[in-house]
Structure formats: structure tokens, C-alpha cells
């Protein structure tokens, strides 16, 4: 990756003008989008950029590179905490157009690429563009899932450098939330659409805009082929040609845990039935399982109580902390002195505002039923 940065540097976007100029239709500028594989981040999509020069001799002839914004490193310290909050650190990396293609073949994806209809002029800019982007100081960036990620880099660096405006065929009658778009790239895999609805708060649900819909690499792929660049009164289309780069290959979907969350949701209301039944018949509460329940309660309260101050736009405002917050901790040595009446009387509270959230945002699949376990432990007890 630095041999290809220090070329792509040394060969400066004024020394490759007249070369430009000379053999224009050498050099082709394309979107690449990659359709989703069974890896976890791969499950909406990739785009990055190619830029290739075709001619035989010059300065950067036979230069095939593709521009990634998705490079990220799992072993860096405290990744999965940084992300929760929001303080993930993303880079460009310039990678060999064949070794991108290898990878999303070896996975099964097809590669789609977009040949951009751009003019001589408008490639000189994009060159000094992704050169300056490719500088130590500026090729990392504060990633963000919706607003700021490898999608939405591509598009604004070409319109940056575009000799006019992109103006593109809005879409009638589809404003899906940014949760719907989410839960539709996770749809074979029920646990990953459980979490992200877990995280995913009330501004999740939200209808969107052309602009914020092409966050997913498929959607930018899609306006991309109805876009028209407006310059000088005239009109041309944004992309030229479109071929496969990489068909899709052969793709095991692996399986997630074996039990839905609807189905664990339900054996935990079985559970509850069946330890409140034996209390009902023995005249005696079961202390222990008021306290496991609260433990798991308040735990994952303290999840979504942090994610309130993540950096995500999208995760400030769940309502689901009105049932999972930390409260229920602070309530167990009450409850393990057999003082249980006024955490029942709060956790009714809870409950009902719970339940009426629902009408204004998603819940995860099978929380309904969860909260309906924990509404049953408020059963009065007469000894």
C-alpha cells in the first residue's frame, strides 16, 4: 500500500495534464459496488473508486488502483468500545484493481462497475483530489454509519470535482427508515437484525432523503445510473457504461444462533409463568429470580445508557432505555431484604411506558414478550 501511495503522490495531478489531454480516453474513472457476503461488516455492501489508465506508455500507464475508504484494523486498542461511541477511525487505502476484484470473488460477491462520464478537466481534479485524500494527515476520518463511511466518500470526492451539478432522478414513493434499510441487508441473519434494532433508537425510524439512503452502496449504485451531470445548459449522464466487473459466485449463508429472539423471548415468558405459578401455589417469592432478571435487566441498561452519548446520531434517542436502564441494579439489595413492593410499583412504571414508546419506535423482535415477563413479576403476592 505505501509503494502505491508514493507513486500515486510522486506522479502529481500537473505533471499528468498533458498525458490527460493526450489520451483522455485511456484513462476511466468508475464506481465499483460490491454486493454483501456472510461476513458481519460485509453485510451492506462496499464501493470504492478504480481509476485506471489503459494507454501503453506515460508516466502512470498500466496504473490500475481502487480506492477504499472501508480500511479499518479490529486489533487496534479498545476497537469495539470506539465504535459504540462512535470514535471509529476509518482510512483511504489504495489497493490493486485485481487483488480488490480476488477478495469480493473469493467471498461470492459480484462487483459492479460504473464508468463515469467525466472530461479531461474533471479527472485532473479528481487525481489531485484522491492524491491529497491519500496524505498521512488526511486519509484517516471519523467514520460514521449513515453520514460518513465508504459510500458516501466516493460520491462527494466525484461531485466535488464535477464542472457543474449532479442532479439526479429522485425515487417516487420510497423513503424507507434508515432501520428498514438495515433490517433488509440483515434479513438471513434474525441476531444481527436484533442488535442493531436494540441500538438503533427513535430517529432510526424516520423516513429519508435521496442523500441519506445512499449510505447503502446499492442505493448510490442506483442513482448513480439516473444521474445526470448539468453543466453549461447542457446535460450528460453520469456514468457511460456499466459492466460486470466480478459475477457473482456460490455463497454458504451461515447460520446464526439456532433459537430466534422470539424464540428465547418465549421460553423466558414460559419460564416466568412457570416460576410465578409455583410462587402463587407455595405462598413464597422467588427472591433468586427476581434478582437474575434484574441483573439482566440493568445490564443491558447500562449498554443502551452509554449509547445515549455516542457520537451516532441515531442511537441518542431510544426509547427502550425507558425498560432497560441501569435502575433495576440499584433496587436488588431491596429485593434480596424481600422489600419488593416499591420496585414493583416501578417497574409497572416502566413497563407501561414501555409499551406505549412502541408507537413511536421499532422494537427489536421479541422484546414485546420480554417486557411482558417482567410485567408479570409485579404480581402481588399474599402470604
Request: proline share 5%; aromatic share 12%.
Amino acid at each position: 500500500m505505501l509503494l502505491i501511495t508514493g507513486l500515486w503522490s510522486i506522479t502529481a495531478a500537473h505533471a499528468l495534464t498533458d498525458q490527460i489531454q493526450t489520451y483522455e480516453d485511456s484513462i476511466e474513472v468508475s464506481l465499483l459496488t460490491c454486493s454483501p457476503h456472510e461476513e458481519i461488516y460485509s453485510l451492506y455492501g462496499h464501493s470504492a473508486l478504480r481509476w485506471h489508465d489503459m494507454h501503453e506508455s506515460g508516466p502512470s500507464a498500466g496504473t490500475d488502483i481502487a480506492f477504499n475508504w472501508g480500511i479499518f484494523n479490529f486489533d487496534k486498542p479498545y476497537f469495539a468500545l470506539r465504535f459504540v461511541f462512535g470514535l471509529t477511525d476509518y482510512e483511504l487505502g489504495p489497493i490493486p484493481y485485481d487483488a480488490f476484484c480476488s477478495y469480493y470473488q473469493h467471498w461470492g460477491s459480484s462487483v459492479t462497475e460504473q464508468v463515469l462520464n467525466l472530461t479531461t478537466e474533471e479527472k485532473i481534479r479528481l487525481k489531485a483530489a484522491l492524491g491529497e485524500n491519500l496524505k498521512p494527515e488526511n486519509r484517516i476520518y471519523r467514520y460514521n454509519y449513515f453520514y460518513d463511511n465508504c459510500s458516501t466518500r466516493p460520491r462527494d470526492i466525484i461531485e466535488k470535482c464535477l464542472n457543474g451539478k449532479v442532479e439526479y432522478a429522485e425515487r417516487e414513493d420510497y423513503t424507507p427508515s434508515f432501520r428498514e434499510m438495515t433490517t433488509q441487508c440483515t434479513r438471513n441473519h434474525r441476531w444481527a437484525t436484533f442488535g442493531n434494532d436494540m441500538l438503533l433508537g427513535v430517529k432510526a425510524d424516520l423516513k429519508t432523503n435521496r442523500l441519506e439512503q445512499e449510505f447503502l452502496p446499492e442505493n448510490l449504485m442506483y442513482d448513480f445510473d439516473r444521474a445526470q451531470i448539468y453543466s453549461g445548459g447542457n446535460y450528460r449522464p453520469l456514468v457511460k457504461e456499466r459492466r460486470m466487473a466480478v459475477m457473482p459466485g456460490v455463497q454458504v449463508i451461515e447460520h446464526d444462533f439456532p433459537l430466534s429472539p422470539t424464540e428465547c423471548a418465549l421460553i423466558l415468558l414460559l419460564i416466568t409463568i412457570g416460576i410465578t405459578l409455583i410462587e402463587w401455589k407455595t405462598k413464597k417469592r422467588q427472591i433468586w429470580y427476581d434478582v437474575v432478571l434484574m441483573t439482566l435487566q440493568g445490564l443491558a441498561g447500562c449498554v443502551l445508557f452509554v449509547m445515549l452519548f455516542s457520537q451516532h446520531p441515531t442511537t441518542s434517542t431510544n426509547l427502550q432505555i425507558l425498560l432497560l436502564n441501569p435502575l433495576p441494579l440499584f433496587f436488588i439489595p431491596s429485593i434480596i431484604r424481600q422489600n419488593v413492593t416499591r420496585w414493583q410499583k416501578i417497574l409497572l412504571v416502566m413497563a407501561i411506558l414501555y409499551f406505549i414508546g412502541s408507537i413511536f419506535q421499532h422494537y427489536p423482535e421479541g422484546m414485546m414478550i420480554v417486557a411482558l415477563s417482567l410485567l408479570l413479576r409485579i404480581w402481588p403476592l399474599r402470604k
